[in-house]
């Protein structure tokens, strides 16, 4: 197994440290892998003049599975478009053909009363938004700011979305419905649009049906996205994977990440049409607790664990990185953004250890 380790910018160096830290001790259990690492974002800017410098993109194609800590800082805002971090990331998802974002949104007992809802709304909630990443408005062409006839300046951007693009993320994402099935029984799947007010989405709603067919299983619905960010919060449960587009996953998945508590802890995974993936904490740079060693390294560690459940197929060592996670918060410790009276507060370098030790 050979893993690309991309720290990035901010909070990325620490956190990555911490997943590092599992992986090199898996290592020491036998399991066969090799960490090599590279920049990437505002450091790959730094040390090359690009966020994704030519090495970084070789070094991303030649390894198995990428670990990425995070891109962005304020620095960098002031940088053409195309030098700044995010650039790095859109580039290195659209070179590597990741098309299929998954973000589980997993509540833990010992975290229930993080959440800024009711208990009994999150309590035992587990479900899995995919969310496409290569298309939409984000990558739609033609885009920018022109001036019109009259002289007004108007920005603009393209959604679009192709049948064959369309198709392969809803295969991903009944087959990852089927798979969650043996775990919360019935297999379901509700595919979010705004097919009222949008072409691309009745598009998408009318491919999705049809891939559908295949797949008699899955109980799929569909739900507009106003409703989606609606639901989310009055009746989380109700869902199990949600399947959407670009822009609309952005939001929802954010959304969700305070389902949990702490964006700190939630994992994601960036798939391409063979399981290659590319796993990374959904949270940002953070550059204003950077250094501080007060970040949470959970949600990084925990994309070890999709890593070897959906890149290596290693269920049994991913179950085995999710339980020292749980044991370590049974045991009452607590990075800042999760802590409650009665924990014990610990630093960045510490939940890594204690990961560790629980493993």
Known sequence: MKIAVLPGDGI??????????VLEALRSDGLKVELEYAHIGGAGYDAAGDPLPDATLKLAEDSDALLLGAVGGYQYDTLPRPKRPEQGLLRIRKGLGLFANLRPAMV?????????LKPELVSGLDIMILRELTGDIYFGQPRGIRTLDNGERQGFDTMLYSESEIRRVAHAGFRIAVKRAGKNGQAKMCSVDKANVLDTSMFWREI???????????????MYVDNAAMQLVRAPKQFDVILTGNIFGDILSDEASMLTGSIGMLPSASLDANNKGLYEPCHGSAP????????????????????????????????????AVRKTLQQGLRTADIAEAGNQKIGTAAMGDAVVKAL
Do not use: C, W
């Open 288 to 323: 204003d607790i950077a250094g501080k060693d007060i970040a949470n390294p959970l949600a990084t560690i925990l994309s070890v664990a999709m890593m070897m459940r959906y890149t290596f197929a290693h269920e049994d060592i991913a179950q085995r990185i999710e339980t």
């Open 208 to 222: 999705v049906t049809d891939v559908a067919k295949e797949y008699p299983q899955v109980e799929l619905s569909h």
């Open 12 to 21: 990325g160096p620490e956190i990555v440290a911490q997943a590092a830290k």
């Open 108 to 116: 833990y007992p010992e975290l229930v009363n993080a959440s800024s």
